[in-house]
């Protein structure tokens, strides 16, 4: 089953959910405890029938639901089925999907020395290479997906450089506003020449982050 682009994802309309890194993601809402675990259990029951699983993150004001193919990694025409029964059983709930706020966080490295640092770093967090010879594969996951992916960019030798910098992937109705509050944090817009696909900002201290998103990528 081949997985899908960020672009057909987002012509599937599926209100309430967003693409981010490879998944679907939303969030919802939930009056108390109960009503969540509630959901979980519903969600629990689809996802045993037809045997695809999402994950699955229980507070006690919301839900939070993320899909993708894990045998695939990315998102396929099974997560559409899943996020639209789950939006279903929410509304059936009386329960809201809302993707405002969510997001997802990598970190990367800047490096010279990319084959030379990745087993290090590989060895002191205990995390090995995500499955398969993709081009994913040379980054450090968490295989438990808890804790943000650590990748590494590859830089010169002579030009300053800002060795760790995040990564934050957020819907692309989100930018506009987090730029504007950065901007008025005191941040600076350092480039948005590879917009829409990521805007690069800077603290007051010249500290860089990447803003990114689905558009423009293959």
Sequence with gaps: MSTLTGKQVAEAGLDGWTYLLGALQT???????AAGLALVAAVGAEAERVDHHPDLDLRYTHVDVRLWSHDVGGVTQRDL???RFVSGLAADSGLTLSAAGLAR????LDTPEHAAVLPFWRAVLAWGAPPGPGPDADEVRDPDGVLPAVWFQRSGREEPRQRWHPDVWVDPAEVDARIAAALA???TLVS?????SFWVLADPDGNRVCLCTWQQRS
């Design 27 to 33: 969030r919802i809402r939930t009056p108390d405890f």
């Design 81 to 83: 089925r899943l996020a």
């Design 105 to 108: 966080l990598e970190l990367a």
């Design 185 to 187: 944090a005191g941040g």
């Design 192 to 196: 948005d020449a590879e917009a829409p």
